[in-house]
């Protein structure tokens, strides 16, 4: 089956500490999209890639990094410098067919900093 | 300035009804595209539907249909014969060119709850 794995669903670390989010897909699709939800809130675009090694900072970008060696790997650092790291993160991606391709998404990843 | 705004952040709605959940949005581009995601408490995320810019008709997918006035720049989402099933967040999303990329971007979203 084709889709997109986030691993782990639950993640708990301690503040200080930076943590890599994974990501895989098997769709062959080119682009890639990391967000950021808070409780109640809606999405909010952390990083985003259309090819490998090449990637472009969201609206939310500061205290994270990214890498994109292979095209079915995106995965996510959350850095120390993150002040507020506890949230639910979701990976996504796309086909690059001008406008009209929807994203798919992962399950998900919960992050909880202490 | 927001490029997706979703001002109702709560709806209720009694099964069998219709309801509508309001977008707008903001761009100068005029090829984009607008997609409609339906977040469960589980966290995943459904793709629902989509409308181009340029489509002249209102995009359906089932029960699903896309209220666009482009000239308002609305997006609205009516669900027709609401179920229980459909209680969840709904997310209003644009996809636009900036800067050669391709970049999506999510309103606050709706939390719908369909009463029995």
Redesign the interface.
């Known amino acids: 089956d084709g889709g997109i794995t986030q691993s782990p669903k639950y993640l708990f670390r301690k503040e200080g500490q930076n943590v890599t989010l994974s990501c895989e897909q098997n769709l062959n699709h080119d682009a890639m999209y990391w967000y950021r939800q808070d409780p109640g809130q809606g999405l909010r675009l952390i990083y985003y890639s259309q090819i490998v090694n090449d990637f472009q900072k969201g609206d939310i970008a500061e205290g994270y990094s990214v890498s994109r060696e292979k095209k079915e790997s995106f995965p996510l650092t959350v850095t120390s410098a993150q002040k507020n790291p506890t949230a639910f993160y979701l990976c996504a991606s796309s086909r690059l067919q001008g406008v009209a391709s929807e994203q798919y998404f992962g399950p998900g990843t919960r992050l909880t900093v202490t | 300035a927001q490029k997706i705004t979703?001002t109702q952040p709560g709806m209720f709605v009694q099964e069998k009804e219709a309801v509508t959940l309001d977008c707008t949005y903001d761009t100068s581009d005029q090829?984009?595209?607008l997609?409609w995601?339906k977040q469960p408490s589980s966290?995943?995320?459904i793709?629902l539907i989509?409308q181009?810019?340029y489509d002249e008709q209102n995009a359906t997918e089932g029960r699903y249909s896309l209220n666009f006035q482009k000239a308002r720049k609305s997006a609205n989402l009516v669900i027709s014969a609401s179920q229980l099933g459909d209680s969840a967040m709904y997310?209003c999303?644009m996809?636009?060119?900036s800067?050669g990329?391709?970049?999506?971007?999510?309103?606050?979203?709706t939390?719908l709850q369909v009463i029995p």
């Not at chain 2, 990329?101 to 979203?109: A, D, E, L």
């Open positions: 979703q090829s984009y595209g997609f995601y966290g995943e995320m793709f989509y181009g810019s997310f999303a996809r636009e060119f800067g990329y391709q970049k999506v971007t999510f309103g606050t979203g939390k």
